[in-house]
């Protein structure tokens, strides 16, 4: 039974952490920007949630604000520092030290706001009922697994079936051929922040109602969905969304074997493995292009 | 060899341009005439890409001007020139590799504004004059072969029913044969329809065959113009081309 019931907290965990990594790799894999700050978008969208929530603004309403909160962050950072850099030339590190400052910047403005302590939203979806004997669920992770599903599934849609998705794909493959077909290479790298900052949202909010929020989440958040993007291949929306899924299945399952200060460690050695015998992911391409 | 009617659909004028303030072309006062194939040739380096690339709006001129049917679209994107009716078909292969054909047009002609009523006739249209594409249609680009791509890249800028037509050396990594099949129905095309093309190559015999007029570059300028039948019978010119 305790196979079971960390299956399925791993799957409540690997669904999160699929929807979390796959808003990274969206961006890194169309736009080669490594954006660090992606674990930022996490914390904010997962901040205004609480504060919306906690005031009183009913569900829906404070979805729609922790979404406004990702979504504007994600295109600021890009109009206002990716896109200068772009525009001078400026090398990867170059960006990942801006990235990198600006997520130490908002955790900064989220300790000062709420605290640097653990925050919690109260929900009843968040207890446990026993769903066979010895088996605890809560509705929440139902909840987190149909998100991710219906999420994951509806940008497997958006990438094959629309225009923009089309061309999302085909600015990671050449963003000079881009401009020749007559497209804007920055209006599709805003989309691709605007879509890889969204889809962290229900991540976010389930995330604040289960394990707690801190503003240092960020890191981990990152840490994670730079695993999954390496794990499931770089580029590869399909392969970071599976890596998501088997790292969150990994850390808990692992339990069964370590004691729990050790689960995290569990994520950086498959990681480690994959970096050593299979480089290019469960999914990528086997050759860089 | 057809005559050259007289008006010119694409023009530059003094234009200079390069890379990081480095300049790689200048002084380039070149017309290219309603209906007619101009042939440009020269060596690896000698800016024929460059000149291609701001005549289309991909790199900013450091001086000088580019018209599009007496219209100065100098500074303009690519966008805009496309909108005036340029299409053109990129060094290398004009292919994304994770799309597939389908896909590639679909975007092609999104990004052109075709009519959405209209697209599925655009490439019907494209698919007669092209007619293998037939053949892997639902394949992702990465697939096909060199000539296949190039056969792509080309029925992708026609499906914006351009009059006029940029072409960067689509003979590399073809052989001559293939080179031949690819310019046949594009010949064709242009006399049907009247359009004009700017045709970059290295490939200077099978170029010079379908032109009607031809320039020569090097270090960045434009050192001779005239007949291509000239430019064959022109010994010095030919051995160093």
Known sequence: ?????????????????????????????????????????????????????????????????????????????????????????????????????????????????????????????????????????????????????????????????????????ALADNPELVRTFGLNPRAIQAAAFAIGSVIVVPAAIITSATTGLSPAIGHHVMLISLAAT????????????????????????????????????????ILFAFIIIRPSGLLGRATAH | MTPVPGKPVLQTSTLAAGYGGR??????????????????????????????????????????SVSVDGTDMTGRTPRDIADMGVAMVPEGRGIFPSLTVTEIFALGMHAARVPKEERAERVDWVLNILPVIR?????????????????????????????????????IGLAPKLFQDLLAPIRTLQQREGLSILLVEQNVKEALKISDRAVVMKSGQLIWEGDPGELSDNDRLMELY
């Open chain 1, 1 to 169: 039974m305790l196979a079971i019931q960390l299956a399925i907290t791993g799957l409540q965990t690997g669904a999160l952490y699929a929807l979390t990594a796959v808003g990274f790799s969206l961006i890194f894999g169309s736009t080669r920007i490594f954006h660090f700050a992606h674990g930022a978008a996490f914390v904010i969208a997962a901040y205004f949630f609480y504060a919306a929530f906690g005031a009183g603004w009913g569900v829906i309403p404070a979805i729609g604000v922790s979404a406004f909160g990702a979504v504007a962050f994600g295109l600021l950072l890009d109009r206002l520092v990716y896109v200068p850099i772009q525009r001078h030339e400026g090398s990867f590190f170059t960006v990942f030290v801006a990235s990198f400052g600006v997520g130490i910047a908002v955790q900064n403005v989220i300790g000062m706001i709420f605290g640097r302590g653990y925050v919690t939203v109260n929900t009843t979806l968040s207890r446990s009922v026993e769903v066979i004997p010895e088996v605890y669920v809560s509705p929440l992770a139902w909840i987190a697994i149909a998100c991710a599903a219906v999420f994951l599934g509806g940008l497997g849609f958006f990438l094959k079936r629309t225009h923009t998705g089309m061309a999302l794909r």
């Open chain 1, 230 to 269: 390496i794990v499931g291949g770089i580029g590869s929306i399909p392969g970071t969304m599976l890596a998501g899924v088997m790292l969150g299945l990994a850390e808990s399952l692992a339990l069964l074997v370590v004691d729990t200060q050790w689960t995290e460690a569990v994520t950086f050695a």
């Open chain 2, 23 to 64: 300049p790689v072309i200048s002084g380039i006062d070149l017309s290219l005439m309603k209906g007619e194939v101009l042939c440009m040739i020269g060596h690896n380096g000698a800016g024929k890409s460059t000149l291609l690339k701001t005549m289309f709006g991909l790199l900013a001129p450091g001086e000088g």
């Open chain 2, 135 to 171: 053949e892997f249609m639902h394949r992702p680009a990465s697939t096909l072969s060199g000539g296949q791509q190039q056969m792509v890249s080309i029925g992708r800028a026609l499906l914006s029913r351009p009059r006029i037509l940029l072409m960067d050396e689509p003979s």
